[in-house]
Nanobody, 119 residues
Framework: QVQLVESGGGLVQPGGSLRLSCAAS????????MRWYRQAPRKQRELVAA???????NYADSVKGRFTISRDNAKNTVYLEMNSLKPEDTAVYLC?????????????WGQGTQVTVSS
């Protein structure tokens, strides 16, 4: 069984920064594309950023230039560096990953971490 566990959320003032982490653990697996989503109250879940196993990235227009996704393959971890945070960035942030196990590909989700941007 594989688990994704997010951390790093919290309360921050507008203009501040946070760094989210999502670590994968479990039995033998391979990590492929990893993504960060966010879910705000009364809004649809939104793809924030994605990174392939080779390091190619893409971002939602709303976070380009402010957020940076990266990964440490040795630690099976993906990060989301968030700068110049705005109140509209407030949401539960969730990671997911395409995980290969015994020749099959599965999509796993973490449980989410709350980010609140408020003065």
């Amino acid at each position: 069984q594989v688990q994704l566990v997010e951390s790093g959320g919290g309360l921050v003032q507008p203009g501040g920064s946070l760094r989210l982490s999502c670590a994968a653990s479990g039995s033998t697996f391979s990590l492929n594309t990893m993504r960060w989503y966010r879910q705000a109250p009364r809004k649809q879940r939104e793809l924030v950023a994605a990174i392939t196993s080779g390091g190619s990235t893409n971002y939602a227009d709303s976070v380009k230039g402010r957020f940076t996704i990266s990964r440490d393959n040795a630690k099976n971890t993906v990060y989301l560096e968030m700068n110049s945070l705005k109140p509209e960035d407030t949401a539960v942030y969730l990671c997911n990953a395409d995980i290969g196990i015994a020749g099959y590909m599965y999509l796993y989700w973490g449980q989410g971490t709350q980010v609140t941007v408020s003065s």
